[in-house]
T-cell receptor, first 111, second 114 residues
Framework: LAKTTQPISMDSYEGQEVNITCSHN???????ITWYQQFPSQGPRFIIQ???TKVTNEVASLFIPADRKSSTLSLPRVSLSDTAVYYC????????????FGAGTRLFVKA | EAQVTQNPRYLITVTGKKLTVTCSQN?????MSWYRQDPGLGLRQIYY???????DKGDVPEGYKVSRKEKRNFPLILESPSPNQTSLYFC?????????????FGNGTRLTVT
């Protein structure tokens, strides 16, 4: 199973760039890497997704090295409202379409 | 508005009293899934369904049942709830069963079993 490992927590200040790295050593060939954001008592929300190299949207960038065994979510110029838990998700390699979330990274943005 | 709707939002029950948490999506999604979230453990998948009448176990299926008789609905059934099933539950759906499809989550159901 393609389990993921992320830092438990990170602190940052407003206006800084934040990079959260996720390890997924057993990622399967067909798996995409997807990141979600979750605020307290709400369901996770899709942020960004990628397969390899770099993906950028209006919210974040995702960097994936050639071996795909890790990925880095980059949040430019964070604000207080970016304080949340961030999950890295990869698909199950048995083709059964399980979805495996890690424990997530709790990001705390300070003023 | 495209959404995943769970009911109820909050539920307090006693050990052994059967309950059902409903989940409905209005996006014509094929894939639906249930998760539970406990402090420090992140989201763990309970059951998922790739289409009508097709369901399969996730990582923590013990003590739960599901059914998928219609595409839009995916209820979670606890036949005999126990205190260790006290948790925050989320239902989610996506366009297809391809793992690259983003999941859309409901707002959660907080269940307490005493």
């Amino acid at each position: 199973l393609a389990k993921t490992t992320q830092p438990i927590s990170m602190d940052s200040y407003e206006g800084q760039e934040v990079n959260i790295t996720c390890s997924h050593n057993n990622i399967a060939t067909n798996d995409y890497i997807t990141w979600y954001q979750q605020f307290p008592s709400q369901g996770p929300r899709f942020i960004i997704q990628g397969y390899k190299t770099k993906v950028t949207n209006e919210v974040a960038s995702l960097f994936i090295p050639a071996d795909r065994k890790s990925s880095t979510l980059s949040l430019p110029r964070v604000s207080l409202s970016d304080t949340a838990v961030y999950y890295c998700l990869v698909g199950d390699d048995t083709g059964g379409f399980k979805t495996i979330f890690g424990a997530g990274t709790r990001l705390f943005v300070k003023a | 508005e495209a959404q995943v709707t769970q009911n109820p939002r909050y539920l307090i029950t006693v050990t052994g009293k059967k309950l059902t948490v409903t989940c409905s999506q209005n996006m014509n999604h094929e894939y639906m899934s249930w998760y539970r979230q406990d402090p420090g453990l992140g989201l763990r998948q309970i059951y998922y369904s790739m289409n009508v009448e097709v369901t399969d176990k996730g990582d923590v299926p013990e003590g739960y049942k599901v059914s998928r008789k219609e595409k839009r609905n995916f209820p979670l059934i606890l036949e005999s709830p126990s205190p260790n099933q006290t948790s925050l539950y989320f239902c989610a759906s996506s366009v297809g069963s391809f793992t690259g499809e983003p999941l859309h989550f409901g707002n959660g159901t907080r269940l307490t079993v005493t």
